[in-house]
């Protein structure tokens, strides 16, 4: 049995991430890489917010369905991208921040495309990410790591949660504060699954309510289970 500390420290957080990412290989296998293109990621995770991927993703379908291409979602009427997101819930909001998003990277990049983010190391990637609307530490995570490649963490609820859980970030910490922490953290070549199985774990497992520690293969190493045993 391995045990964490309460608190996770710099030196060591590295090495109990690669504990946690190998048990969820062990359990979950490694999901493969598929690269998507840089500026559709970037409008999917957009439409990902505070809705589920099953949404989402119908959303995405819509839009892309409704709209020929990128331009054209640009030049539309805000109600007609608002009608075509619909399904993911919060459209106006939504609609408003993809027509922002799509005008700035027109400004920035002179075409409707983001493939230069490959290109780019990952620092360089990042900030050329940085301060577009609707861009925060989560949605650049999704696109440099899913559609670039690059060695980003992103946190979404269930990563923040089972973090908090484990012990490996403070109890209060932010998701912001908990992307800070692990995103430097992670063990090199291992972004990618301990993310995706941190998700699949949060979602079959490590509840929100109800988590089922019993079959928990980070029971031995997380802090709420020993609190609740």
């Not at 922490?181 to 699954?193: F, K, M, S, T």
Request: contains cysteine.
């Amino acid at each position: 049995m391995i045990y964490f500390p309460p608190m996770a420290q710099t030196s060591t957080l590295p090495r109990r991430l690669l504990i946690v990412a190998n048990r969820l290989v062990k359990r979950y296998g490694r999901p493969r890489h598929r690269r998507t293109d840089p500026l559709s990621d970037l409008i999917q995770t957009v439409l990902s917010q505070h809705t589920s991927d099953v949404n989402s993703g119908r959303a995405f379908r819509s839009l892309r369905e409704t709209f020929p291409s990128w331009e054209s979602v640009a030049e539309a009427q805000p109600q007609a991208v608002e009608k075509a997101i619909r399904v993911g819930g919060l459209a106006r909001t939504k609609s408003r921040t993809i027509v922002r998003v799509l005008a700035a990277v027109k400004r920035r990049e002179g075409r409707y495309d983001l493939g230069i983010l490959r290109r780019l190391d990952p620092a360089a990637a990042a900030e050329r990410l940085t301060g577009l609307p609707g861009v925060g530490p989560k949605t650049r995570a999704c696109v440099l790591l899913f559609a670039c490649g690059h060695p980003a963490f992103p946190v979404d609820t269930h990563v923040h949660r089972i973090a908090r859980r484990l012990g490996v970030v403070p109890d209060r910490a932010t998701a912001e504060k908990t992307h800070a922490i692990l995103e430097p953290a992670v063990p090199p070549g291992r972004a990618l699954d301990l993310h995706v199985n941190l998700i699949r774990l949060g979602r079959e497992v490590c509840r929100p309510r109800g988590p089922r520690c019993p079959c928990c293969p980070l029971r031995s190493a997380c802090r709420a289970a020993r609190r609740s045993a």
